[in-house]
């Protein structure tokens, strides 16, 4: 079965997921660089990384993010969704921004590197940028409940 089949299978037996049961079900599937190569696409403008939405439903949203060196994703938010990222190759730099009362730009509050393998969860209210400071590219695989919508880009 391919990869977005085994997705489609995964996902429809799973009720009410947290960020946890999100991850328990990615953990489940054989998501290496291999499996995933047919879904990674290259960077489109005004893009300047690689995002295809590989499986799509009332309840879910998958996503493959390729992020060639040296480029970085903007500064988002999730809206209302929780979430799930694998990474698959690369080292993903992970920066987390607050929002400030008095400020209507997010201030970082911390950077976290995440190798080939490791997971990263979006919880509710998450604002963030992810960032390839390597030389390889950097490959990773999400999962939000609900499908991604009304979130919000910062300058």
Same mark, same amino acid.
């Given at each position: 079965?391919?990869? @977005?089949?085994?997705?489609?299978?995964?996902?429809?037996?799973?009720?009410? &997921?947290?960020?946890?049961?999100?991850?328990?079900?990615?953990?489940?599937?054989?998501?290496?660089?291999?499996?995933?190569?047919?879904? @990674?696409?290259? &960077?489109?403008?005004?893009?300047?990384?690689?995002?295809?939405?590989?499986?799509?439903?009332d309840r879910?949203?998958?996503?493959?993010?390729?992020?060639p060196s040296?480029?970085?994703?903007?500064?988002?938010?999730?809206?209302?969704?929780?979430?799930?990222?694998?990474? @698959?190759?690369?080292?993903?730099?992970?920066?987390?921004?607050?929002?400030?009362?008095?400020?209507?730009? &997010?201030?970082?509050?911390?950077?976290?590197?995440?190798?080939?393998?490791?997971?990263?969860?979006?919880?509710?209210?998450?604002?963030?940028?992810?960032?390839?400071?390597?030389?390889?590219?950097?490959?990773?695989?999400? @999962?939000?409940?609900?499908?991604?919508?009304?979130?919000?880009?910062y300058s």
């Amino acid at each position: 079965m391919d990869f @977005v089949s085994c997705l489609r299978s995964l996902l429809q037996n799973l009720h009410r &997921p947290d960020v946890w049961r999100l991850r328990q079900a990615v953990e489940r599937l054989d998501c290496t660089r291999e499996r995933i190569a047919p879904l @990674v696409t290259q &960077p489109r403008p005004p893009l300047r990384y690689g995002r295809n939405v590989v499986f799509r439903s009332d309840r879910f949203e998958a996503i493959v993010i390729h992020l060639p060196s040296g480029t970085e994703t903007p500064i988002h938010d999730h809206g209302n969704s929780i979430g799930c990222i694998r990474v @698959v190759a690369g080292t993903l730099e992970n920066k987390v921004f607050t929002l400030s009362p008095h400020h209507s730009q &997010p201030a970082l509050s911390s950077t976290g590197r995440h190798q080939a393998g490791e997971y990263v969860l979006i919880g509710h209210g998450l604002i963030h940028a992810m960032r390839n400071a390597g030389e390889e590219p950097m490959i990773s695989f999400h @999962v939000y409940t609900p499908p991604l919508e009304n979130t919000k880009q910062y300058s």
